[in-house]
């Protein structure tokens, strides 16, 4: 040890010693900066305004991996080891800071909020990731410049950092940067501006802030030769699909939709009773087929369409097996009975705050304190759980919040299933949900099969599929349809970057006539 503070005062000297007129000012503007995290927050602010959505969950998980290792380094770490600060004698006046810090030396906060976020970041979107890196990396190094720290106590800092983003993973899985497998490319109708494709756009789907540009306006402008037909609030959404498809049917084209997961699932039905392509356009506020397909912005789908390029996917169907009259129930995301469905509006409500395994574990907790299980039968056995659900293939991670499918086309349902049957059920589920062990809980089940048998679900209140309740019968068998639908999808990611400031520079050109237009890149990347 003796060796290593050594060689940590002899590095700090050279460095103080250092006469760099590049770093100057720079490095000492950046470390100001830096200063109780104010450059990240703006940096995250900047991203989650002007960037799409990866760099809104980029700036999401940098901002908590930031807080989680600030959290360590000021309350644990910084009191463990009590290390006093360098002596900036050596040290120009002019780099100094107006105000020395008196806290532990060991290890430096600002290294380790830096590395913390630009993981975080890098974690979600490694082309984002990369733009902040050399800035983390700057503040870093600054910190050591400054006089304020020795390098063992910035690496300290760096190393911290880095473990509080990668520990967010446990609680919040992060979405691949490349969409769900399907090597099934399928041949789809290329539509030169939309020529042949009729829209139908959910005007009320999607909750937030109302763009300059609405989804139908963007549309328009992307693809002129397309017919868009606009869904209110008093308008039957299966009858404006069903008259949709059968002009695109005409056309030769295809069936396109804008709006959230049970407006996708509801077009997805009439596609396949249709034989038609499906262009889907994210305009909901979760998009979860969307973003699995790989179409997370609305340009995606119209370069797919204007190029021809699709994928076969597999849709799953509920089917009524108890006499009663009844039509099969198509789903392209989830089906859920019991608490499931609550659990999920709950927990999405509170995942942007917390995270996703926190926002599961609260929402599990609250659903629980009030609800009952189910007496129901699964392919024949008698079971009592609290909820049960059904994924179209298999959802990852293995836990208790399902995020997002590896591939569309696996010809699997994915059941989970928790139990209320093991002694202290309640107490040992909740405390699964919190420590992210649910996978290995005697109170939770996943399997993955291709056909599963429901029955006795007459007293079950709540049953959903892809966001939307529903009334089932009694009885039903859950399976699927092996790619039955085509989608059309971009055959490489697109650079969501340009993306975003293509659709900025069409929202400026409209509410500016005389900026010089931009036009949409449906064509190339």
Same mark, same amino acid.
């Given at each position: 040890m003796g060796y290593l503070a050594e060689l940590d005062r002899r590095l700090f000297a050279?460095?103080?010693?250092?006469?760099?007129?590049?770093?100057?000012?720079?490095?000492?503007?950046?470390?100001?900066?830096?200063?109780?995290?104010?450059?990240?927050?703006?940096?995250?602010?900047?991203?989650?305004?002007?960037?799409?959505?990866?760099?809104?969950?980029?700036?999401?998980?940098?901002?908590?991996?930031?807080?989680?290792?600030?959290?360590?380094?000021?309350?644990?770490?910084?009191?463990?080891?009590?290390?006093?600060?360098?002596?900036?004698?050596?040290?120009?006046?002019?780099?100094?800071?107006?105000?020395?810090?008196?806290?532990?030396?060991?290890?430096?906060?600002?290294?380790?909020?830096?590395?913390?976020?630009?993981?975080?970041v890098a974690l979600e979107s490694t082309r984002y990731g990369a733009v902040v890196a050399p800035v983390a990396a700057g503040v870093a190094a600054s910190r050591v410049y400054v006089g304020v720290h020795y390098p063992s106590d910035v690496l300290a800092g760096i190393v911290l950092g880095v473990g509080a983003a990668a520990l967010t993973r446990r609680w919040w899985p992060p979405r691949p940067q490349v969409p769900a497998q399907a090597p099934r490319h399928v041949s789809a109708p290329a539509l030169p501006e939309g020529r042949g494709l009729v829209i139908v756009v959910n005007s009320t789907a999607g909750t937030g802030p109302v763009p300059v540009l609405s989804p139908a306006e963007r549309l328009r402008a992307l693809l002129p030769g397309a017919e868009t037909v606009?869904?209110?609030?008093?308008?039957?959404?299966?009858?404006?699909?069903?008259?949709?498809?059968?002009?695109?049917?005409?056309?030769?084209?295809?069936?396109?939709?804008?709006?959230?997961?049970?407006?996708?699932?509801?077009?997805?039905?009439?596609?396949?009773?249709?034989?038609?392509?499906?262009?889907?356009?994210?305009?909901?506020?979760?998009?979860?087929?969307?973003?699995?397909?790989? /179409?997370?912005?609305? &340009?995606?789908?119209?370069?797919?369409?204007?190029?021809?390029? @699709?994928? +076969? $996917?597999? #849709? =799953? %169907?509920?089917?009524?097996?108890?006499?009663?009259?009844?039509?099969?129930?198509?789903?392209?995301?989830?089906?859920?009975?019991?608490?499931?469905?609550?659990? /999920?509006?709950?927990? &999405?409500?509170?995942?942007?705050?917390?995270?996703?395994?926190? @926002?599961? +574990? $609260?929402? #599990? =907790? %609250?659903?629980?304190r009030?609800?009952?299980?189910?007496?129901?039968?699964?392919?024949?056995?008698?079971?009592?759980?609290?909820?049960?659900?059904?994924?179209?293939g298999r959802y990852a991670p293995e836990g208790f919040a399902p995020a997002y499918r590896p591939r569309l086309d696996d010809g699997l349902l994915d059941v989970r299933v928790v139990d209320s049957e093991p002694r202290l059920a309640r107490t040992r589920l909740v405390l699964a949900a919190l420590t992210g062990t649910l996978g290995r809980s005697h109170v939770y089940t996943s399997v993955q099969v291709r056909r599963l048998r429901l029955s006795g679900l007459h007293d079950v209140d709540v049953r959903a599929h892809d966001g939307e309740v529903f009334r089932a019968p009694d009885a039903l068998v859950i399976d699927k349809l092996p790619a039955a639908l085509t989608v059309y999808r971009p055959a490489a990611v697109r650079n969501e970057v340009l993306q975003t400031a293509r659709a900025a520079a069409e929202a400026a050109r409209r509410l500016r006539p005389d900026v010089t237009p931009v036009p949409p890149d449906v064509t190339g990347s």
């Open positions: 050279r460095v103080a010693a250092g006469r760099l007129r590049a770093a100057h000012p720079v490095l000492p503007r950046l470390s100001r900066a830096a200063d109780h995290g104010l450059l990240w927050f703006g940096t995250a602010a900047v991203l989650a305004t002007v960037g799409g959505r990866t760099a809104r969950r980029a700036a999401l998980r940098g901002v908590g991996s930031l807080a989680a290792a600030s959290l360590v380094t000021n309350t644990v770490a910084k009191w463990t080891v009590d290390r006093r600060r360098p002596l900036v004698d050596a040290v120009p006046l002019i780099r100094r800071p107006v105000r020395q810090p008196v806290s532990s030396s060991f290890p430096s906060g600002h290294s380790a909020s830096a590395a913390a976020f630009a993981a975080g606009e869904y209110g609030p008093d308008d039957d959404l299966g009858a404006l699909l069903g008259q949709a498809a059968r002009r695109a049917a005409e056309a030769g084209g295809a069936l396109g939709v804008c709006g959230g997961d049970g407006s996708v699932n509801a077009a997805a039905a009439v596609a396949a009773e249709h034989r038609l392509p499906l262009a889907v356009f994210p305009g909901g506020t979760l998009n979860h087929f969307a973003l699995d397909v790989g /179409v997370p912005d609305i &340009e995606d789908t119209a370069y797919a369409v204007t190029q021809g390029e @699709a994928i +076969a $996917v597999d #849709l =799953a %169907r509920a089917t009524p097996t108890d006499g009663r009259p009844g039509r099969p129930i198509p789903f392209v995301n989830t089906f859920g009975i019991g608490l499931y469905p609550e659990l /999920v509006h709950i927990r &999405e409500g509170l995942e942007k705050r917390l995270g996703k395994w926190p @926002a599961a +574990a $609260v929402a #599990l =907790a %609250r659903v629980l009030e609800g009952e299980p189910m007496s129901i039968e699964i392919n024949g056995r008698p079971h009592r759980p609290w909820l049960l659900f059904v994924g179209n």
